[in-house]
């Protein structure tokens, strides 16, 4: 087990009606005027922006709107979010929707508070000294966004998707009322039941000898999500399945199942550069990616898949190596049986050889830096990758 630091400062108001107390936690939170950053349209279509500006007017508390968030959030949007926010006075940050809307209301909370182009802190050439606080009402259970110290933005200008983290991106608040959920189309379920999984995956895949206690959790994690995403699949509005879900999404991204060890987050990085170029869905994305990158990485330490097949599919292979494979193919069979490619070709991308190349270059910076930790992948290596998820 390696040192840690774990550390969750986000007051989490969970249930039914829990909307109605947005006026009072932005009041708490010393908020004078509210940016509210929400999506593509649902948010105002289902009455819940106006439930949202109702219960800050009733606080005395002023707003501005700025919708239009779209799936992989757009760097544009942030810029114009940053203008109006510096524009008005704006001093707190409020997205309602999912992990796009709240991923882009993180980004403008950068950029308001930090003189210099924000999208130098995604490409790594600075650091964030400040950061506008931020609260959230989540709407797909799905990026835990709503804990998480990240943002993920996409750049317009040559499609590039990069991350950001920094513990100033914490949201002081936020709201997650299942019931908000209800309405999702099953595909978009199931792309958060991806998304949440491999949070937890990431983490899992591990060289250092991990955390019993750890590894106990992420068992839990995954077992539950597989579990409630079939149930609330049958019924959306299944208020203990949709439950179980809004809450493991917050578990598996907040870092209660990476304490102890270094985790990996290759798929994640190599799931960007597709979500860049084709501009698809982030857990799709991912469960499109994993096998092909599992079966490449294996063999470092077989004993740590064949474990992941024992615990999480009940596999009773004794040879580590075969249980490693039969763990990975049953991931697929998941993966399939909620709707979720198991490879980039199932979602109609056909990947040529040319755009391959381009993706490997793009998503280790000109073979000028190697991802994850599991095993340290240059452009070759993701070169295969991509060629094995076709």
């Not at 039914?16 to 105002?44: C, F, Q």
């Not at 757009?74 to 709240?102: H, P, Q």
């Not at 869905?281 to 092909?292: E, Q």
């Not at 270059?361 to 599991?374: M, Q, V, W």
Request: aromatic residues 8%; contains cysteine; glycine residues 10%.
């Amino acid at each position: 087990m390696i040192n840690f630091t774990y550390y969750a400062p986000t007051k989490v108001i969970f249930g039914k009606d829990t909307v109605k107390e947005t006026g009072r936690l932005l009041k708490e939170a010393g908020a004078s005027k509210v940016l509210i950053h929400y999506g593509m349209g649902h948010v105002v279509k289902s009455g819940l922006l106006d439930e949202v500006t109702g219960s800050v007017e009733a606080s005395g508390i002023s707003y501005v709107l700025l919708g239009g968030v779209k799936p992989n959030p757009r760097l544009s949007l942030v810029y114009e979010g940053i203008e109006l926010s510096k524009r008005e006075g704006v001093d707190f940050i409020l997205a309602v929707g999912g992990g796009s809307a709240i991923d882009s209301a993180k980004a403008i909370a950068l950029g308001i508070r930090n003189d210099f182009d924000v999208w130098d802190l995604y490409t790594g050439k600075r650091q964030a000294t400040d950061c506008t606080p931020i609260g959230t009402i989540l709407t797909i259970s799905a990026a835990g966004s709503e804990m998480s110290h990240g943002s993920v933005i996409t750049n317009e200008d040559g499609w590039l998707k990069r991350a950001y983290g920094s513990d100033m991106l914490r949201p002081v608040f936020s709201i997650l009322n299942p019931e908000l959920t209800y309405t999702l189309p099953s595909y978009q379920t199931s792309c958060g039941a991806a998304d949440m999984m491999m949070h937890t995956m990431e983490r899992y895949f591990t060289t250092e000898e991990a955390m019993e206690i750890t590894d106990r959790m992420a068992k839990a994690v995954l077992a539950t999500v597989m579990n409630n995403t079939k149930l609330a699949l049958e019924d959306p509005r299944n208020y203990e399945a949709r439950a179980e879900l809004m809450w493991t999404s917050s578990l598996a991204h907040n870092n209660l199942t990476g304490c102890g060890g270094t985790g990996d987050w290759s798929t994640h990085d190599i799931e960007h550069e597709l979500g860049g170029m084709f501009d698809i869905a982030h857990g799709a994305g991912l469960a499109a990616v994993w096998s092909s990158w599992a079966r490449y990485v294996y063999k470092v330490k077989p004993s740590r898949f064949a474990k992941f097949a024992r615990d999480i599919f009940d596999i009773e292979e004794t040879d580590d190596e075969k249980a490693a494979l039969a763990g990975i193919s049953a991931m697929e069979d998941f993966y399939h049986s909620i709707g979720m490619p198991a490879s980039v070709g199932e979602m109609g991308i056909k990947l040529t050889d040319e755009q391959i190349e381009e993706l490997a270059e793009k998503g280790t910076n000109g073979n000028t830096r190697k991802l994850g930790n599991f095993k340290k992948l240059d452009k070759n290596d993701l070169v295969e990758i991509f060629r094995m998820a076709r």
